[in-house]
């Protein structure tokens, strides 16, 4: 895989070695952005996922740096980002329908991910493609299959269609040189794949229910889909799994690798959401990564995460932070926001895990719509206020971070 260095490692591998600056006094990056590195061990993934920017964009949202309306993504790869993760959705026809309009764009559809892919690759940045193998949203709770499977009673049919639909989603990705770094199986799969709402006979990867074979069977017909298209493509994608809170990470991966027989991945990846996940403080987290990077030999990275710097709201969606107590020493401040993202980037370095990504950091208000609201449930904790403009949470992602603290 190749990315480019990102402003935050330029000081964990050039700052602490030399004393040579990678920003000015204030922290704004220097104009070197083109440095590549050819070995991704020694990459940090500084991500955002920005899924609903094209449907924020289409309906008034607005991006801004003091005051002046800006590329979102142009805005994020200057201060630091060097990586793009984006959500793909099967067939979600429901977008439509929320909607009301048959001749919407399928956001989250494949043309709708292309064009984030391009969009990102246009700037030089790395690309984390999420497959939630659903027609909808995809976590622990709601696995649904895609309608075009449902009727399928076959365990056989349903690996040959994963991988079938996985190969010609990349294949069409890389005919247009646009083949991601990097590919998620699944989105937050606690318990498995497509395993809730099911019909009679449909032979659920249900991992809760001890059916770590048939998820084996079905993970390992996507990954090697994502191998042989790889094979043939000067881009050798990397794989990534994906569980949410980190509690669930030993037991996960344990029992997906020998039940599930799982073994041909790169990536350990997983949702941390501390005001939710709040089984694993954060100085056992530190602890907890190192030990998964040493027991499994892979790459361990945060695929989502956010903090909210505000209770308030810019629209009548409510938000689904805020109303929790805050952690001990960062309040829900644009200050605290900063502190909660550089304390948790620099755990994870000195960790040394692999990146960070931020979930929907460009979720701002606007007349978007999803199935519960129309704006934003999110504009609390994205990285923007509510006129638009970059708050300093951004400054986590070119932040001169130690190597050995």
């Not at 991704?40 to 607005?62: C, K, R, T």
């Not at 996985?166 to 069409?172: E, H, I």
């Not at 395993?195 to 090697?224: H, Y």
């Not at 350990?268 to 030999?297: A, C, E, N, R």
């Amino acid at each position: 895989m190749k990315a480019f260095l990102p402003l935050s490692l330029c000081g964990l591998l050039i700052l602490v070695m030399t004393g040579f600056s990678c920003g000015d006094k204030n922290g704004n990056p220097e104009p070197d952005e083109e440095t590549e590195i050819e070995e991704p061990s020694s990459w940090f993934a500084m991500g955002v996922d920005l899924s609903y920017v094209n449907q924020i964009e289409d309906h008034g949202g607005v991006y801004r740096v003091e005051g002046e309306a800006k590329d979102p993504f142009s805005i994020l790869k200057s201060l630091g980002a060097n990586a793009v993760r984006v959500r793909l959705w099967h067939n979600p026809q429901w977008v439509r329908e929320v909607y009301g309009n048959p001749s919407k764009p399928l956001y989250s559809g494949f043309d709708d991910v292309l064009k984030t892919i391009r969009r990102a690759k246009e700037l030089r940045m790395a690309v984390l493609l999420d497959f939630h193998y659903s027609d909808f949203w995809a976590d622990p709770g709601r696995q649904e299959p895609p309608e075009a499977w449902e009727n399928i009673t076959s365990l056989d049919v349903l690996s040959d269609s994963v991988y079938n639909y996985t190969f010609a989603v990349l294949k069409k990705l890389d005919q247009l040189s646009l083949l991601p770094e990097m590919v998620q199986i699944g989105n937050e799969t606690n318990c498995g794949l497509m395993m809730t709402g099911t019909k009679e006979g449909f032979p659920a990867p249900d991992a809760c229910n001890g059916r770590w074979q048939n998820l084996g069977v079905v993970i390992n017909s996507a990954i090697k889909a994502v191998r042989d298209v790889s094979a043939n493509s000067s881009m050798k994608t990397e794989i990534a799994l994906h569980v949410a809170d980190p509690k669930n990470l030993e037991w996960w991966f344990s029992k997906a690798v020998t039940d599930g027989g799982i073994q041909d991945f790169d990536i350990i990846g997983f949702s941390y959401y501390p005001l939710w996940h709040t089984t694993i403080p954060s100085g056992s987290l530190l602890t907890l990564v190192k030990k998964m990077k040493t027991d499994y030999d892979k790459k361990v990275m945060v695929l989502e995460t956010a903090y909210p710097w505000s209770i308030s709201g810019a629209d009548n969606y409510n938000n689904q932070f805020g109303s929790q107590k805050p952690l001990t020493g960062f309040p829900f401040t644009r200050q605290g926001q900063l502190d909660f993202m550089v304390m948790l980037t620099q755990e994870m370095i000195s960790a040394g895990a692999n990146g960070v990504f931020y979930w929907e950091p460009a979720w701002i208000t606007s007349e978007m719509k999803d199935p519960w609201g129309k704006g934003s449930s999110w504009e609390n904790a994205a990285f923007f206020d509510f006129q638009g403009n970059t708050l300093p949470v951004t400054r986590y992602l070119n932040w001169t971070y130690k190597m050995n603290p």
